[in-house]
Structures are given as structure tokens and as C-alpha cells.
């Protein structure tokens, strides 16, 4: 039986993380790191990646072995799924937590709140799924098995307060993130030479960290690339994508991909190609006008017409209500689509304005820096308290 919320010996307190994605190790990341400064008497262990392990977590699980999304991927692999579920349920009663805290990831993580729940173990929820966007009764999970959700998109509050559940809006970790880097950064001369890039201007091919996706959308973005020989193109590479699957899609077409830089391809991008998720944030708050894709297999496709419930795809949009930037669904994520509105987005063109100031009203909605800070605090205090 777990602990319930008790500190353990000595005062430690006990994290167990689990985050499934690249973006859940980024933002587990930050929160680990203010965990700690905030209480240094603290041990995290977690399911996550590289990210969460430098911030001081102890890995046991990568994000690599059990990132399937989309419905034939799940499908594919539901064997495995159910291996990490029934392994990540006996570490977590080995290692006894003060407390389960879960990133998004909602279909392996809102079964973990329900076993962790009933094993007595207090359970946190960091950063929503997108229950507003699809299945929202999902949400009576949370009521039922989580002890506290942490939202980090400002519409949440009142989808939550709607559902009766208790949810305060303490910023987005994405804006400590990108301030952090771009204080950091060097002149923008000086990025293209560390990136090994000419002095043509960039655009920036974003098509997502997960095998499917990149299948899916990269085709497509490519072959925009020879409408636009004054630009040179450079795709945003995951290190968990191989070699192989970047050059069976890339060919010799005149595209430059670059891991693990996103932040710096996105400091120096005139335009981007963005493959929808948390990318379309970080090239907005970047103030990288883009045009936002998303394509899946007909299947999961098929299912998503029906389920989902919302008039946007990006977070950009999502957060302000109304469209700034054009989205590209299915069968609209064609070759001559987003060479229009690519030439709308670059210098000189209709829309590249109009996207920009939109961003200084998304910039206001998010609100200032120091999220994950905020957010870290607010745990130590409800399990101090």
C-alpha cells in the first residue's frame, strides 16, 4: 500500500514522474529541477527521457520504449503497452512514493492514477490531456483518481471549473523554457555558422518526434523545397528518429536536418512548416510565423472526425480563440497549399503580419515567466500542507 501524501523517513520527499513524449521530458524536466531547488531533501524517479534524467531524476523507463500514439500504433503494439503498464505498476509500489505525478500521456497515465489511487498513493496530474479537444468524459478519471491537476493552458480553467474540479492557472513552462534559451543564445551570424548553414535565409521543416508522424507529413513538406531555391530548408531531427528513416524520405532533395536544435533552427527561421502540437507554441513564442500540418493514417484519422470536439488544432489558435495561423488537415496538407501559404508567411508577404501581431496577443494570454517554479511550489505545498 502506498504512503497516501505521508513524507517518508527523514523528511525525504518522494516524487515517482512518468512523462511519454519528448515534450513531457522537457516540461518533467523544469519541474524536477524547481522539485529540487524548492526542497532539496527530494528524490525523483521517473519514466521519461535524457532531460528528466540530467535535471537529477533516476530513469528507469525511456520514453523511446513506449511512445505509441495513434490508433493503428496502439494496436500494433498493445502487447508492450500492456508489459510497461503491469512493469511501472510494481515500481511504483518498490519505490513508495509520497506521490505519483503524471504529464499528459493519457491513455497509459490515467490508467497508472487509477491503480495508484487505489493503492493509496497520492496522484498528481502536470500538464492536461486534451480532454476538451476529444472523449471528455475522461475527465470523471480525474475527479475520481487524481488528487490535483496542474493545467498550463489558460482556457483549462474553465473547462475543469465545469467538470466541478479545482484547477488554478500558474503560467506555461514553455515560456521559462524559451526565455531561458534565448538569454543564452548568440547572434544569429553566429548560429547559422555553429549550425553550418550558408547565409541564405532559413525555413524551418518541424514534422513532429515520432516515427508515424514523420512518415505522414515530411513527404509532403519536401516537396515544397524547389519552389523556393533563395531559401535554404532545415529539418528540426529527434535523436530517436534513425538515419535511415530521414534519408528514405528526404532523397537528395536540398534539405539540411539538424538534431536536438530546435530552439536554435527556430531563432534564425524566417518561416516554418509545423507539424501540429506543442512545436506550434514554441514557433510562435520564437515569433516565427508558420503554417501549422497535421496527417495521420486514414484510421486514426477516420476516428478523430468523430470524436473531436474543438474549432482549432494548434495550441496558437486553441489559446487565443481564434485563427492566426492557417491549419492543414488530411487531405488540405497538399504540395501546392502550403507553397501558397508558405509565400504568404516569408518577408513581404499577407499574412506575415497579421501572424505576428497575433503573437503579441498569445504572449499576453500565456502570461510572464516562471511556471514550472510556480507550479513546483504549489505541489511541495499541497503535500506539506
Not at 532523397?251 to 512545436?279: C, F, N
Not at 468523430?306 to 492557417?326: A, K, Q
Request: proline share 3%; net charge positive.
Amino acid at each position: 500500500m502506498g504512503t497516501g501524501g505521508f513524507i517518508g523517513k527523514a523528511g525525504l520527499m518522494k516524487y515517482f514522474i512518468i512523462a511519454g513524449e519528448q515534450s513531457g521530458d522537457l516540461h518533467g524536466s523544469n519541474l524536477i529541477r524547481e522539485l529540487i531547488r524548492s526542497d532539496n531533501n527530494t528524490e525523483v524517479i521517473c519514466w521519461g527521457g535524457d532531460l528528466m534524467e540530467s535535471a537529477g531524476a533516476r530513469l528507469l523507463k525511456h520514453y523511446r520504449e513506449t511512445a505509441f500514439m495513434g490508433f493503428t500504433a496502439v494496436v500494433k503494439n498493445i502487447m508492450s503497452i500492456r508489459r510497461n503498464l503491469k512493469l511501472c505498476k510494481e515500481q511504483i509500489i518498490e519505490h513508495n512514493p509520497d506521490v505519483v505525478v503524471l504529464i499528459d500521456y493519457p491513455g497509459f497515465n490515467l490508467r497508472i492514477a487509477e491503480f495508484s489511487s487505489r493503492e493509496g498513493f497520492k496522484v498528481f496530474y502536470y500538464i492536461s490531456p486534451k480532454f476538451w479537444a476529444w472523449n471528455e468524459g475522461r475527465v470523471k478519471k480525474v475527479k475520481k483518481y487524481v488528487s490535483r491537476m496542474f493545467i498550463i493552458l489558460p482556457f483549462e480553467t474553465e473547462f475543469y471549473c465545469k467538470h466541478g474540479i479545482r484547477v488554478e492557472y500558474h503560467g506555461n513552462p514553455l515560456v521559462d523554457e524559451i526565455e531561458k534559451k534565448r538569454s543564452q543564445m548568440a547572434r544569429a551570424s553566429e548560429i547559422l555558422s555553429s549550425l553550418q548553414l550558408d547565409g541564405r535565409p532559413v525555413i524551418a521543416l518541424m514534422a513532429g518526434s515520432r516515427r508515424h508522424e514523420v512518415e505522414n507529413i515530411l513527404p509532403v513538406m519536401v516537396k515544397t523545397v524547389k519552389h523556393f531555391p533563395d531559401y535554404q530548408f532545415v529539418l528540426t531531427g529527434v535523436k530517436n528518429i534513425s538515419d535511415g528513416i530521414y534519408s528514405k524520405i528526404l532523397g537528395d532533395a536540398p534539405v539540411t536536418m539538424i538534431r536536438e536544435k530546435t530552439y536554435e533552427i527556430l531563432s534564425v527561421a524566417r518561416a516554418a512548416i509545423v507539424k501540429s502540437g506543442t512545436s506550434t507554441l514554441e514557433a510562435a513564442l520564437f515569433g516565427v510565423p508558420q503554417v501549422v500540418c497535421y496527417r495521420n493514417d486514414f484510421l486514426t484519422m477516420l476516428l478523430s472526425w468523430f470524436v473531436i470536439r474543438v474549432r482549432f488544432i494548434s495550441l496558437v489558435n486553441l489559446i487565443v480563440n481564434r485563427e492566426i495561423v492557417r491549419e492543414l488537415l488530411q487531405y488540405s496538407v497538399t504540395e501546392k497549399n502550403l507553397v501558397r501559404e508558405l509565400n504568404a508567411l516569408l518577408p513581404g508577404g499577407s499574412k506575415r503580419q497579421i501572424i505576428l501581431e497575433g503573437y503579441r496577443e498569445l504572449g499576453d494570454k500565456l502570461g510572464p515567466a516562471g511556471a514550472s517554479a510556480r507550479i513546483a511550489r504549489e505541489m511541495l505545498k499541497e503535500l506539506k500542507g
